[in-house]
Structures are given as structure tokens and as C-alpha cells.
């Protein structure tokens, strides 16, 4: 792989990380609570886990 090639590859996953952690920290408390089973505290270690692995 090349150096171009990984950079455009960490902005991608970078750029999914940032979106998905804005996305479940915008989730209402009470329905991540209840309805989805996470904390929205937690958003950057689910978001983390989701596009990194």
C-alpha cells in the first residue's frame, strides 16, 4: 500500500470516527438508556471500537 494510499485511508476511518461519536452522543439519554443499551458517555468508545475494531 502506499503512503498516499494509507493516509486517504486514516482520514476515512478518522472521518467515520468523528460522525459516528457525533451521531450517538446526539442520541437522546433516555433512548440510548433504554431502548439501545449504551450510555451516550460512552459514545467515543463505541464509535472507537466500531470503525477501528
Sequence with gaps: M??????????RKRAAYA??????????REIALEDLGFYTGDADK???????G
Design 2 to 11: 502506499t503512503a498516499f494510499a494509507t493516509l486517504r485511508t486514516a482520514l
Design 46 to 52: 463505541i464509535a472507537r471500537k466500531a470503525v477501528y
Design 19 to 28: 460522525r459516528t461519536k457525533r451521531e450517538l452522543a446526539n442520541v437522546p
